[in-house]
T-cell receptor, first 113, second 116 residues
Framework: NAGVTQTPKFQVLKTGQSMTLQCAQD?????MSWYRQDPGMGLRLIHY???????DQGEVPNGYNVSRSTTEDFPLRLLSAAPSQTSVYFC????????????FGPGTRLTVT | SQQGEEDPQALSIQEGENATMNCSYK?????LQWYRQNSGRGLVHLIL?????REKHSGRLRVTLDTSKKSSSLLITASRAADTASYFC????????????????FGEGTQLTVNP
């Protein structure tokens, strides 16, 4: 199994540009989530999904959209990039968002200039 | 605000010594999880301890949970240079509601350095 994969690994955007961060998992997990990690801080939840077609907001959802059309994929869209969105983004998946551990992807390092 | 807070923020020890990291949280939880993050990498799950458990072991790792004090500790015995990483605790709150129980909340982490 590849586990959780994320693309791209690095990205530089200009303010106002939009882009999609890709996330895929091959473990047939129902629960998927997106976090951002800023220097010296823990992870903050952006959006999550408990199954195909179901998404919900996390702690810091503004400026981001998600959709879950398949069990495997959970893309994160930045609508109009801002310098405050410069961060490392992690996707994670789990059998269940509460009762089991989460498996993390390697991250996408995003810089917005 | 963060649900979990780790203490200390940074810890530097010699190889072979034990390392203890603590985590405090604010609300009732379903379970508490510990993760490790090597520099520039994703998080790796270490141990999950449920609210009705008091202690769990995995290899050189020992985790305790005191729900009355809302705190947990992670002990790494006989540390190695390869244990150098950031360690995070994360809690799943005991909340009712359709999806609210799905949130895993992370602390800010403890940076552990094990010197050879």
């Amino acid at each position: 199994n590849a586990g959780v994969t994320q693309t791209p690994k690095f990205q530089v955007l200009k303010t106002g540009q939009s882009m999609t961060l890709q996330c895929a998992q091959d473990m047939n997990h129902e629960y998927m989530s997106w976090y951002r990690q800023d220097p010296g801080m823990g992870l903050r939840l952006i959006h999550y999904s408990v199954g195909a077609g179901i998404t919900d907001q996390g702690e810091v959802p503004n400026g981001y959209n998600v959709s879950r059309s398949t069990t495997e994929d959970f893309p994160l869209r930045l609508l109009s990039a801002a310098p405050s969105q410069t961060s490392v983004y992690f996707c994670a998946s789990s059998r269940d968002g509460r009762l089991y551990e989460q498996y993390f992807g390697p991250g996408t390092r995003l810089t917005v200039t | 605000s963060q649900q979990g807070e780790e203490d200390p923020q940074a810890l530097s020890i010699q190889e072979g010594e034990n390392a203890t990291m603590n985590c405090s949280y604010k609300t009732s939880i379903n379970n508490l999880q510990w993760y490790r993050q090597n520099s520039g990498r994703g998080l790796v799950h270490l141990i999950l301890i449920r609210s009705n458990e008091r202690e769990k072991h995995s290899g050189r790792l020992r985790v305790t949970l005191d729900t009355s004090k809302k705190s947990s500790s992670l002990l790494i015995t006989a540390s190695r240079a390869a244990d150098t990483a950031s360690y995070f605790c994360a809690t799943v709150r005991l909340e009712w509601g359709e999806t609210s129980g799905s949130r895993l909340t992370f602390g800010e982490g403890t940076q552990l350095t094990v010197n050879p």
